[in-house]
């Protein structure tokens, strides 16, 4: 055969395990009956969607006070605003009096007695405070309207609340409560609450794969990699997102995850795939096939036929290894033959007449790897 260029390439087959995006069980955040649950299992939500409706009677009542004491506080806040107006004006009618008063003390003294003065500047000075006091207790007031407002909006919130919204869009996978069962508060760290159901985010999978310790280094975050299910007999590309950095013990191997998107929901979490990461690969080089190549000690020779048809032998430098091929990285050109099996059968500088076969132009070499536990790979749950 000649020395061609051609690509070789490890694969590692690795197989694992279809996981949600995210599961979450969704809680109700205040406690109540439920009166109307619109969702079951197998139900596709988006998120906002109202998934139940609690009745809480006593915070119906809640809530009207809350609004009471905040239409309350705004009524007060128009008193207090009416006191600042009338103590400004008794204020600037008492200090026009005043002002008269020394006017006509400076133009003609001892006509107004001292006594009188002092008595409308006393006036004068209470009224300007009584003006800082109502200002004070419009302050006040329009403080206690901001708290009554928070506690309105707080009860408003909560009564928001009886109206369970889906958080993400996702697939029902499991409903824990009918219509009339009591939900404790999701917040209620004293209780263990009941979810209402379970929500899987399932348009974007999260393929769970184990990497064996020998193969880490060749892991990257966003890497290509061919997924194959068999179980609905669909070939795609997913690539790697996020990975543990970190060999567990028991099985030497690190997690990895390979996000795949699952729009039409075609994938089902729980199914298995077959994965290929690319563990080396070189393309476009010189190659040979493996069986030209003679083990000699410490050195790897191959017998060449030069351009008169002799047999010579050739020490070579080689690289990665294929299942067929293997790089050839020096002591070869392009174009060179090379005697494929049977070398023994030949002496260097011996004529033959040679018969030329093509080379393959792809060598692929496919390792196959772990599987990840699906008793012990939860995956997805938060």
């Known amino acids: 055969m000649a020395v061609s260029r051609a690509n070789i390439a490890h ?28 969702v079951d299992i197998g139900d596709k939500v988006r998120v906002g969607e109202t998934l139940a409706i609690l009745e809480v009677p006593e915070l119906n009542a809640q809530l009207k006070g809350s609004k009471s004491e905040f239409a309350r506080s705004k009524d007060e806040i128009t008193r207090a605003q009416h006191e600042v107006a009338r103590a400004e004006s008794e204020h600037s009618a008492v200090h026009a009096d005043y002002l008269r008063l020394v006017q006509a003390a400076a133009a003609q003294p001892g006509l107004i007695a001292q006594q009188e003065l002092d008595n409308a500047q006393s006036k004068d000075l209470s009224t300007a405070a009584q003006i800082d006091a109502t200002q004070s207790a419009l302050s006040a007031a329009k403080q206690g309207s901001d708290v009554a407002d928070a506690n309105r909006e707080r009860v408003q919130d909560l009564n928001d609340y009886t109206h369970v919204t889906a958080p ?28 209402i159901v379970k929500l899987s985010q399932s348009d974007l999978l999260r393929l769970r794969v184990p990497v064996p310790e020998d193969a880490v280094r060749y892991v990257h975050t966003g890497q290509n990699m061919q997924v194959h299910v068999d179980a609905v007999g669909r070939s795609l590309t997913g690539m790697v997102v996020r990975f543990t950095r970190n060999v567990s013990f028991e099985t030497r191997t690190m997690e990895t995850e390979i996000d795949v998107p699952n729009k039409d929901l075609s994938l089902t979490p729980g199914m298995y795939a077959n994965t290929e990461l690319q563990l080396d690969h070189r393309d476009n080089v010189l190659t040979i096939p493996v069986q030209a190549v003679v083990n000699d000690g ?21 690289g990665i290894q294929g299942s067929d091929l293997v790089e050839v990285t020096g002591g070869l050109s392009e174009g060179e033959r090379v005697i494929v099996g049977g070398q023994s059968k030949y002496q260097v500088g011996e004529q033959v007449t040679p018969q030329v ?21 939860k995956g997805g749950n938060q």
């Open 298 to 318: 410490n050195r790897r020779t191959v017998l060449i036929v030069d351009s008169q048809n002799h047999v010579q032998q050739r020490v070579v430098q080689t």
């Open 11 to 38: 694969v590692l087959n690795l197989a694992g395990q279809f996981q949600p995006y995210q599961v979450v069980d969704v809680h109700a955040k205040v406690s109540g009956y439920i009166k109307n649950i619109y």
């Open 168 to 195: 993400l869009n996702g697939v029902i996978i499991f409903r824990y409560a009918d219509t009339g069962a009591l939900i404790q508060a999701g917040t209620s760290s004293d209780t263990q609450s009941l979810p």
């Open 357 to 377: 076969q093509k080379e393959a132009t792809n060598d692929v070499v496919r390792e196959q790897g772990g599987e990840s536990d699906p008793q012990t790979d």
